[in-house]
């Protein structure tokens, strides 16, 4: 059963009543936590190996998905690899400390998404700074839909 509470603000209306309406519905995750929380590990296992062959490509990787996505770079790197094009370093911060700057990386890397055509996954760039593992599962999911063909 889905409760959907919309709220909706006077500008961009419409977007934020879209967004309000699917961060009530529940997806494949919520499930997953709820109902098999012993499938979890597979699929972090699977989603993490399907970083890690992204990002092995300039020598990077991940080992925790929590922490490794939660300062948004190795997303706009996985965006970039992925979609075939150059991020210029002066768009992103490399190495973020401040909560400001890995803001900025997430947001960036939310919006690299959705301009390939990836749907926006039910999380906000905040959870994913804020290290949430079903909001990192969810983005992570979302690429990897779209370019699970790549890794070979």
């Known amino acids: ?10 500008s961009k209306d419409q977007e934020h009543y879209n967004f309000a309406a699917r961060q009530q519905e529940r997806d ?3 499930t997953l936590f709820d109902s098999a929380p012993d499938k979890l590990n597979a699929v972090k296992g ?3 190996a399907f970083a890690n062959k992204q990002l092995s490509q300039i020598n990077r990787g991940c080992s925790n998905i929590e922490e490794d996505f939660s300062n948004g770079v ?17 768009s992103f911060s490399m190495e973020p400390t401040a909560y400001d700057h890995k803001l900025h990386n997430v947001t960036l890397a939310l919006n690299l998404m959705q ?8 999380c ?3 959870s994913i ?10 983005v992570l999911y979302a690429i990897y839909s779209k370019y699970k ?3 070979k």
């Open 1 to 10: 059963m889905s409760t959907t509470v919309l709220t909706v603000s006077e």
């Open 46 to 48: 699977s989603l993490m």
């Open 74 to 90: 190795n997303l706009v790197v996985m965006m970039s690899l992925a979609e075939g094009y150059y991020v210029p370093m002066y």
């Open 129 to 138: 700074v804020s290290k949430d593992l079903k909001s990192t599962l969810r």
């Open 115 to 122: 301009e390939a055509g990836i749907p926006r996954p039910k």
């Open 124 to 126: 906000t760039a905040e």
């Open 28 to 30: 494949v995750f919520d």
């Open 149 to 151: 063909h790549l890794v």
